[in-house]
């Protein structure tokens, strides 16, 4: 592997997507939105009516995914983490967001009443990252603030240093 495969995960929200398209925009990384394979590929197990949303077929988005994370370089962003197999990540980034924040996102959203209650709490319990910490090895899991334009400069900044480190370390 001759570039590191990273993981952006955190409630729904905090801004995976937006960093995620940067980050492969100016590093040549593969940006891999689990939630549009999921799509293309009709990768379901079923529809959740209380959320009104599809449920992921985990074992299948592992297959389909698979070889792409042997090859390395890519960046995978998804709210969930504990599906994914410990060894394809050399780092996992969790973002945070002041439930100020997150709450004005998500009901942008159309996010509604149980829906909008629960991931707002998933945030106030640290669920994902706690999640991350129980999944992969402790010092592989960081948590990075994604409340402002700021907050995003400094992460592809800080993202951006480390993938040129790990490059130079591991070629």
């Keep these: 592997m001759k570039r590191p495969n990273i993981l952006l995960t ?52 592992i297959d389909e995914l698979e070889d792409k994370m042997t090859d390395g370089g890519i960046i995978v962003d998804y709210h969930s983490c504990d599906f994914f197999p410990e060894r394809w990540f050399n780092i996992v980034f969790v973002l945070r967001t002041e439930t100020s924040f997150l709450y004005d996102r998500l009901e942008s959203r159309g996010y509604r009443g149980k829906k909008l209650q629960d991931n707002l709490q998933c945030e106030i319990f640290q669920t994902i990252y706690e999640e991350a910490m129980s999944s992969y090895k402790e010092d592989i899991v960081h948590q990075l603030p994604s409340n402002t334009p700021e907050d995003m400069e400094r992460n592809l900044d800080q993202i951006i240093q480390w993938i040129e480190q790990w490059i130079k370390d591991n070629n």
């Design 10 to 61: 955190g409630t729904p929200g905090v801004g995976k997507t937006t960093l995620g398209k940067e980050l492969a925009a100016k590093t040549n990384l593969i940006f891999v939105n689990v939630g549009d394979v999921a799509k293309e590929g009709q990768l379901y197990e079923g529809y959740d009516e209380e959320y009104d949303c599809p449920v992921l077929d985990e074992d299948r988005v």
